[in-house]
């Protein structure tokens, strides 16, 4: 139960950091609401998960796929680049995700 409540975090994290880029520097109000809403919900979710994960595991977990989606958005939806380092780094980051998860405690 835990993974998945840090999986939902994670996705808060993306949309928390998606919503910047939209909120032009905090002077436009429903993108900057987002902001915090999102990077509120976040963190209270991450903290809920560490009574039963590791703080080190959870928080890299969490930042990790939280880069892992944001990139993968930014591509999508403001044409950034896919080059073969952004593409190697990206995995990189999944390896690294399912090694803590693989390594962890549950």
Same mark, same amino acid.
Do not use: H, Q
């Given at each position: 139960?835990?993974?998945?409540?840090?999986?939902?975090?994670?996705?808060?994290? @993306?949309?928390?950091?998606?919503?910047?880029?939209?909120?032009?520097?905090?002077?436009?109000?429903?993108? *900057?609401?987002?902001?915090?809403?999102?990077?509120?919900?976040?963190?209270?979710?991450?903290?809920?998960?560490?009574d039963r994960l590791p703080v080190g595991t959870a928080y890299a977990v969490w930042t990790g796929l939280g880069s892992?989606?944001?990139? *993968?958005?930014?591509?999508?939806?403001?044409?950034?680049?896919? *080059?073969?380092?952004?593409?190697?780094?990206?995995?990189? @980051?999944?390896?690294?995700?399912?090694?803590?998860?693989?390594?962890?405690?549950?």
């Amino acid at each position: 139960m835990a993974w998945l409540v840090l999986i939902a975090a994670a996705a808060f994290e @993306i949309a928390f950091a998606v919503s910047l880029k939209p909120s032009d520097g905090f002077s436009r109000f429903w993108p *900057t609401a987002g902001v915090l809403v999102f990077g509120v919900i976040s963190v209270v979710l991450l903290s809920k998960t560490l009574d039963r994960l590791p703080v080190g595991t959870a928080y890299a977990v969490w930042t990790g796929l939280g880069s892992l989606g944001v990139v *993968t958005l930014g591509v999508l939806f403001f044409n950034e680049p896919l *080059t073969p380092a952004r593409i190697a780094c990206i995995a990189l @980051i999944v390896a690294g995700v399912i090694g803590l998860r693989l390594a962890g405690a549950d």
